[in-house]
């Protein structure tokens, strides 16, 4: 008798121990998806948009205010597999497919620094440049 109690409280702790793991995972995230151009993010940062086509980014010059956080909404409105890219900046958008969007948030650069889809920077100079304001 002793030991099925000793088991039904065991198995009342761990159940009890999984709930709490599982609540811990999650509830705390925010929404990565955004459409505004040119506003301020979240955190005060800037928000634009980039587009890619097959096979060129629009705009080519994305236009950013100096200094702070900037979130681009970058959505692949071309015909194959697109990435939005800057080694320099330290950020990959990873593949976005046609008709899908990622959002990449990154500091501004001090100047203008290039971004490239890395499929097709080589072959079709898909490249861009990110112009401080």
Known sequence: MMRAKTLGTKALVLGAFALLALGACGGSETPSDSSASGGGGANG????TLSAVDNEFEPADLAVPGGGEVTVEFTNNGETVHTFTS???????????????KTVTFTAPDGDTQFVCTLHAESDDMVGTIVVE
């Open 87 to 101: 080694e320099e900046l330290g950020f990959d958008s990873g593949n976005v497919l046609p008709g899908d969007s």
């Open 45 to 48: 940062g800037a928000q634009v």
